[in-house]
């Protein structure tokens, strides 16, 4: 069964505006959350990260919610650019933080 | 710079055959990682090792063989490759007991035929 869940296999948003990717999980020992992206050809490479201590946390135009009563988390990327066009996943982990779970992917695509 | 490197970056092989796929890095991690990634189905992960000698098997483990020899290395073995692996292959790698964030090598797309 997949842990980690991404519903949405892809997104379109106009240039300038809020790109807003979710992502779901089922495993409540899940203490450490993080999203990757990933654009063609390529490695994913480490966005942006967030402790279950915290509900929220920023990074310039990148920002992560955690609702850890709903078991969502969401990245919330502002304004949205061209160059942010690619795959996102998220990823869980339990408290070694050490074995990583991934959510199947949302593919963003920002129109100039 | 440290980096995690893999090899081939592309391969072809035949149905029954064995091929390894080679995995390095250069940042000293104890943790290393092979995921593949397929559509619908993301990143999964195949086998896992926290340091030399140790290797642990991840969800979708059959099929697949690692051997942790030192630091740098996990290669990944396909003993009688079926066209179901068919995918691009990931290496990972990560700091013991440190965030926990992930570097991932640029893939190796493999075709089985």
């Known amino acids: 069964d997949q842990q980690v869940k991404q519903n949405s296999p892809s997104l379109s948003v106009q240039e300038g505006r809020i790109s807003i990717l979710n992502c779901d999980y089922t495993?409540?020992?899940?203490?450490?959350f993080l999203w990757y992206k990933k654009y063609p050809a390529e490695g994913p490479t480490f966005l942006i990260s967030?402790?279950?201590?915290?509900d929220k946390n920023e990074d310039g135009r990148f920002t992560v919610f955690l609702n850890k009563s709903a078991k969502h988390l969401s990245l919330h990327i502002v304004p949205s650019q061209p160059g942010d066009s690619a795959v996102y996943f998220c990823a869980a982990s339990g408290n070694t933080g050490n074995q990583f779970y991934f959510g199947t992917g949302t593919s963003l695509t920002v129109i100039p | 710079d440290a980096e995690i490197t893999q090899s081939p970056r592309h391969k072809i092989i035949e149905t029954g055959r064995q091929v390894t796929l080679a995995c390095h890095q250069t940042?000293?991690?104890?943790?290393m990682f092979w995921y593949r990634q397929d559509l619908g189905h993301g990143l999964r992960l195949i086998h896992y090792?926290?340091?030399?000698?140790?290797?642990n098997k991840g969800e979708v483990s059959d099929g697949y063989s690692v051997s942790r020899s030192n630091t740098e290395d996990l290669p990944l073995t396909l003993e009688s490759a079926a066209s179901s692996q068919t995918s691009v292959y990931f290496c990972?790698?990560?700091?013991?007991?440190?965030?926990?964030?992930?570097?991932f090598g640029e893939g190796s797309r493999l075709t089985v035929l």
């Open positions: 967030i402790s279950s201590i915290k």
């Open positions: 090792s926290y340091g030399v000698h140790d290797t």
């Open positions: 990972a790698s990560s700091r013991w007991g440190g965030t926990g964030e992930l570097f």
């Open positions: 495993n409540s020992m899940f203490d450490y």
């Open positions: 940042w000293n991690h104890n943790n």
